[in-house]
């Protein structure tokens, strides 16, 4: 695409979501994707071999590659070095990408052709509305048909029920819980997850389909390992997970005004001086991660969507205007861990089996929100996964008779045997928005891209108290539902998976996503929202906001 009205910058979250919006708006669209693109016959080889340039064709998207591409190994697609969905080049030869951390922690990102919605849950709740309104410059309600829109896009429904669901809502119904069967979430109570996952193929219980057969079809097959990146579906636009690389970017090209490019790292956003305008974006300098090659491409608008990290990372480095919340007031969920262990008659009387086998059905079907604390929500993952989440990440240290911390030894061998008989729930605080903590750069260590990002992040005094009111829900749960033991993890506060609102709405972008000092650059990612969504999942705020953005920007940019 030679001239194109708007680049995006990353095809995650929310880049997937724009660039299929702003397409179907009439506009030329050309997405830069710093890593990989799986399931794309122009990259059959797409972490040994630079592949093709481009892609803007429907045609090029085969599912016989990404089932290729997406096993089901948890090593070969979740290790944080090397695996597909790390964060880093598409070439295998080269490291991941650095950050610098001043604290114990990690952020989980995937770069790659629908960003780190390859590796997310697909769990889809709206933002609680108290969290909203009064609060950011838009209302609840006038997010509401943009929420309709990528719900039904997606689409997003509530979770089937397998066996850990049954025993989540038996133990939540047992502590005094209610059912909340309703998208808006007022007052506490559990539910059934809204997850963007095609619901069960209708013929998962007959006989007559095998496995093999079903994983062929179209819908859930209810087999796990969502995590890893679901490879189940007749066609790449209708694996059964609904990240954004199977959702938004067929659609995108359907609309035949979007090409992507992935291995291409936007290194700077380009700007001029308006006489009308002022400072205004007028392009982006990219680099290719294969060859070094730099070049500059310009368009009517840019609009950054690489994530809470990257995009004030850019920011910073592109020398845009001082702006004292560029960067600032990361919430991450402040997020933790527990696991319960049941035993076998306890489970036959409750479940009718004596094994819950966490790996089955979606990694997490059903959640307890709680207006002002956060969320609770079961959490299913492979054992491997469960090894390192439930028993291996700790700011504890080593669990001693506390039941708190990392386990090792015969202890965690026990937890591992018992492994199918055991519920997990992750806790996602309603973390404070505090500007100390956030991105900034490095002012000594640099990359091939420009000065690292340092991230910095500490809990709030109110945030810890909120979180240990939760993970006491939790525990409490748990031991109403029969746990004989109950183990708590306690992440480090670093631990980052849920990164948002770094490039808050009403401080660094209006309420349309344009930036208050650079006219034409505009955000759609996580970094716009104006907190943590009271520790609600925050994809779907992001794609809302990024159809609405999208729709404000073809109005006031048309060509
Ligand atoms: C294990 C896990 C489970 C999760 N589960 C859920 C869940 O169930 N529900 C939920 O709501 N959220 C979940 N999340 C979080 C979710 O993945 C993020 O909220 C979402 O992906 C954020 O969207 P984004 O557009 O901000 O960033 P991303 O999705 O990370 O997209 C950013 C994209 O930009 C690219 N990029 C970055 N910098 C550049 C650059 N300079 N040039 C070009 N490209 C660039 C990146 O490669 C990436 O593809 C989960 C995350 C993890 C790790
Ligand atoms: S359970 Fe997860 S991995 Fe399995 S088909 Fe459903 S969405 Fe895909």
Redesign the pocket.
Known sequence: MADPDVIV???????GVIAKELGEAGLQVLV????PWYGNSQWPEPNAERGGRQSADPADLNIHLLRAQYDKREEEMNDLIAGKLR?GPADRGRAPWFRNFKQRGFA??????????Q??????PRAIPSTIDGIWPVSYRELIPYYEKVECTLPVAFAPTTAKEELFYYGARKAGWQLNPTLDVTVPGYRPQPNAILPPNPDLMNPKYSMERLSWMEGCTLAGHC?NGCPHGPSVDKVAKRS?LVSYVPLALSTGRVAIRPN????RILTETHPAEGLRAVGVR?RNTWTGETEELRAAAVVM????I??PR?WLNSGLPDNPWVGRGLANHYIDWVTGMFDERELLSILGSPEIDPFVGHT?GGRLDYPGLGSVMVSGISPGLTASMSFGISEAGYAGTERRGRIVGPELQHWMEQYRRTLSLAILTDDEVDCRNGISVDPVLKDE?GPVPIVNYVPTRRSVEKREKLAAIAVDLLRRAGAKKVHRADWPAALM????STMRMGFVVDDHGEAYQTKRLFI????VHYNGIGGA????T?QALATRTAERLAAKYVR
């Open positions: 910058i990353g095809s995650g979250g929310g880049g830069l994707e710093a890593g964060w989980w990102q995937n770069s790659g052709v629908g960003g780190t919605t590796s997310y849950f697909a769990n889809s995590v954004t291409a790292f936007a290194v990219v969507a690489a994530g809470a990257e995009s850019l997490s891209h998976i849920h990164m948002e759609a990612d996580n970094s999942n925050p994809t779907l992001t």
